[in-house]
């Protein structure tokens, strides 16, 4: 049974760091591409930063490039967000993404709420 666990949300005041981590089990970790999602309330889910399984490839959102940095550990099956310089539009529920094209698989995680306010 494949599993993605979040941890690390919580309430910051902004201009603060926050670092998310995604343990994943069940599945052969360095076959699959590894991301993080966001939703706000009344919004739509939308990718903040991906990472590549062997080349590392980064992407980011356009909102929190040079803020967040996303990190995989291949042997710890780990994938984290670090964040900074976090705003209040930052604000939301984050969420661990995992796919892979070769086994045509994709999962997600049950999500960790960030709050930044004053």
């Known amino acids: 049974q494949v599993q993605l666990v979040e941890s690390g949300g919580g309430l910051v005041q902004p201009g603060g760091s926050l670092r998310l981590s995604c343990v994943a089990s069940g599945l052969i970790f360095s076959r699959y591409t590894m991301s993080w999602y966001r939703q706000a309330p009344g919004k739509e889910r939308e990718l903040v930063a991906r990472i590549t399984t062997t080349e590392g490839t980064t992407n980011y959102a356009d909102s929190v490039k040079g803020r967040f940095f996303i990190s995989k550990d291949n042997a710890k099956n780990t994938v984290d967000l670090q964040m900074n310089s976090l705003k209040s539009e930052d604000t939301a529920v984050y969420y661990c993404?995992?796919?892979?094209?070769?086994?045509?698989?994709?999962?997600w995680g049950q999500g960790t709420q960030v709050t930044v306010s004053s």
């Open positions: 993404y995992a796919a892979s094209s070769i086994f045509r698989r994709n999962y």
